[in-house]
């Protein structure tokens, strides 16, 4: 994120953890130049842009500052947003066209209703031209206005070709949006802070539910929420190889999912640390 939206981003979870009943220690709380460093030590070959708007107007600075931020920094896919405002259909075309490889609505934060029909011509691009497009829908770790299963199940029933990717798993709706990404062929599922000793805490996965899990197959893709995140990147990694899914889901959660997602080919890294 640009630097001064990412120090509200952190002050806010600053803010946030007394109300939680614990801490937000953030883990990366450092430079862009080091938190780079830190993604490429640890292996991390694409990784994107989570930029959300909170109030109109903001979208398309934001999406100015991606694009600069990508042409820069070429291992992060070009990743632009939206919000419900006269403008939106018509700079997400723009973004589509300038090559925008992947998008982020965060209805908690955004406070908007993804049914807004500002956004009907958004969500009908979207799904025409197959772009990714990830979701904060689930209520955790405070629900919105707007969040819950049922009121995105109705985006994509409207949408149903929509390429969602449902950001931590849904949490903590984690059988509803299981069941939405198992309805719909495009929509996905991804892992941020799931299954973590964090979240588990208070929203633990389901272990009911690891069965249908594994059977997604090619629609379960890693997210870390870095650098806010309370804990090593490292233990998201562990997490998820502890559910015991084998070594082919972990890999294809970990790596040939998104590959094949975003229409890259990349050969494994073989630097990988944890600072």
């Given at each position: 994120m640009p630097e001064n939206v990412l120090k509200k981003v952190w002050a806010y979870l600053d803010a946030v953890g007394p109300h939680l009943?614990?801490?937000?220690?953030?883990?990366?709380?450092?430079?862009?130049?080091?938190?780079?460093?830190?993604?490429?030590?640890?292996?991390?070959?694409?990784?994107?842009?989570?930029?959300?708007?909170?109030?109109?107007?903001?979208?398309?600075?934001?999406?100015?500052?991606?694009?600069?931020?990508?042409?820069?920094?070429?291992?992060?896919?070009?990743?632009?947003?939206?919000?419900?405002e006269p403008q939106a259909a018509s700079y997400v075309a723009a973004e589509i066209a300038g090559g925008t490889q992947v998008f982020k609505a965060h209805l908690q934060v955004g406070g908007y209703d993804p049914r807004d029909s500002l956004l009907d011509?958004?969500?009908?691009?979207?799904?025409?031209?197959?772009?990714?497009?990830?979701?904060?829908?689930?209520s955790g770790p405070a629900p919105g206005s707007y969040t819950g299963p049922v009121i995105f199940g109705e985006v994509l029933h409207r949408h149903p070709g929509l390429c969602a990717v449902i950001a931590h798993m849904g949490a903590p709706e984690y059988a509803d949006f299981l069941a939405l990404a198992e309805r719909y062929e495009r929509v996905h599922l991804d892992t941020t802070m799931a299954f973590t000793d964090f979240i588990s805490d208070d929203s633990p996965y389901p272990l009911s539910l690891l069965g249908r899990v594994s059977a997604l197959g090619d629609k379960v893709l890693l997210g870390?929420?870095?650098?806010?995140?309370?804990?090593?990147?490292?233990?998201?990694?562990?997490?998820?190889?502890?559910?015991?899914?084998?070594?082919d889901w972990l890999r294809a959660v970990c790596y040939g999912n998104a590959a094949r997602l975003f229409g890259l080919q990349l050969a494994p890294s073989d630097q990988v640390e944890d600072p």
């Open positions: 009943g614990r801490e937000w220690p953030i883990m990366y709380r450092t430079d862009e130049q080091r938190r780079l460093e830190i993604l490429r030590g640890l292996g991390v070959r694409r990784f994107t842009a989570m930029i959300y708007p909170h109030k109109p107007g903001m979208a398309e600075w934001l999406n100015a500052w991606s694009a600069d931020f990508a042409d820069r920094v070429p291992d992060c896919l070009r990743t632009a947003t939206f919000f419900p011509a958004v969500w009908e691009q979207l799904a025409e031209v197959g772009v990714p497009v990830v979701v904060h829908a689930g870390s929420d870095f650098p806010n995140i309370p804990y090593r990147y490292a233990h998201q990694l562990e997490a998820l190889a502890r559910l015991n899914l084998g070594d």
